[in-house]
């Protein structure tokens, strides 16, 4: 004998009983509540099948398995994105790091509490270190970020006129802009410091990308030296990684380093500006046959430079006297001065004295 089949429920009924589904997945349902729901998906079958999905989406949110996305999602669900429809304004390519990194520290600085805002951070440079907490790192990045942005004609965030830093000082720019910042925001909550310091850097992006192509070209005066703005933006993302890094052991927060792309143009600007450093070091300019180092790179932005040892601006020489093979993270670190250049794992053929020469020119590259 079969068994009777229940007739269908009216329109209304069904979409009530139907509404329950979330919750009997969740086994948030009172009990009455769940014996109507089971009744109807014995004789429903669409529900029944929707109610075996959502019990499968419950079983995944109770796993055991952290859901954490892996830090490369969110670049390739962009890329997917951007595949399908092309952003209205596109950020340019050696503007991409600075976009990123600035995004990350925000992140980073959102989750922060308010006894982690009052840590310090210790921030290394070739001169010594400060010890800011992370408003006042954000004042930092701030008062450099607005060398760019007033290139562009942007509002500068330090104003009024400032005091003549010491003659000896080539940092004397960016040294009294900082403080300056953290003078003028030091009684201000650091959640509003932040809203400044961001508002900053999406009006960077927003301008750059306008620019189109000759934005690149455009000379950033940081007062001890000039560059153009591809190089610039660059070198802006680099000094946001480090000191996001900074504040994120201050308080103990994980964090991750620039995506490969964004690292190798890292490598590349510091690989460039390294003969400036090693023409700043003494007994460089010295007679001798001009020299070149080989640097290799390994890691995720795997890559080899040519550095001439002698003579800055000009071509390197044809053979390399030496070789230093290392990790591109490690070398990124020892050029902020995050590094001690004698005890660096590093990998080196020919001669001896030549990577040192490099190895410690490194750090110079860094500044306050």
């Not at 099948?49 to 055991?64: I, K, N, P, T, V």
């Not at 600007?269 to 003969?275: G, I, V």
Request: glycine share 8%.
């Amino acid at each position: 004998m079969t068994a009777p089949v229940a007739a269908p429920l009216p329109p209304a009924e069904h979409e009530a009983v139907r509404g329950l589904l979330g919750a009997w997945a969740l086994d948030a349902c009172p009990a009455d509540e769940a014996a109507l729901l089971e009744r109807h998906l014995a004789d429903c079958g669409p529900c029944a099948a929707e109610a075996a999905r959502l019990r499968d989406a419950a079983g995944w949110l109770s796993a055991d398995e952290p859901l954490d996305p892996a830090p490369e999602l969110r670049s390739q669900v962009l890329e997917s994105c951007l595949v399908r429809r092309a952003p209205l304004l596109r950020v340019p390519e050696w503007a991409a790091p600075y976009s990123a990194e600035t995004a990350k520290l925000d992140a980073l600085l959102r989750d922060l509490g308010p006894a982690e805002w009052l840590e310090r951070a210790e921030v290394p440079w070739h001169g010594g270190a400060e010890h800011w907490r992370p408003a006042e790192v954000l004042c930092h990045l701030a008062a450099v970020d607005g060398f760019v942005g007033t290139a562009y004609g942007l509002a500068d965030p330090v104003s009024g006129e400032l005091p003549d830093g010491p003659a000896d000082n080539p940092w004397a720019a960016i040294t009294t802009r900082t403080a300056w910042l953290i003078d003028a925001h030091g009684g201000r909550a650091p959640e509003a410091v932040r809203a400044l310091w961001r508002e900053q850097t999406r009006a960077v992006v927003h301008t750059v990308s306008l620019a189109g192509p000759a934005g690149a070209g455009v000379e950033v005066d940081y007062g001890a030296f000039r560059i153009p703005a591809r190089d610039a933006l660059v070198d802006r993302a680099f000094e946001c990684w480090i000191h996001a890094d900074d504040v994120a052991r201050a308080v103990d927060y994980p964090y991750e380093p620039p995506s490969a792309p964004h690292l190798r143009q890292m490598i590349d600007l510091a690989a460039r500006m390294l003969p400036a450093a090693l023409g700043g070091r003494p007994g460089a300019g010295s007679a001798r046959p001009p020299r070149t180092l080989r640097l290799v790179i390994e890691g995720p932005a795997a890559g080899e430079w040519l550095i001439p040892l002698d003579t800055p601006g000009l071509p390197a020489a044809a053979e390399p006297v030496a070789s230093l093979v290392m990790d591109g993270l490690e070398f990124c670190y020892l050029a902020a001065a995050h590094r001690d250049p004698d005890r660096m794992p590093v990998g080196q053929d020919g001669d001896a004295a030549a990577v040192r020469e490099v190895l410690r020119a490194a750090p110079l590259l860094s500044r306050p």
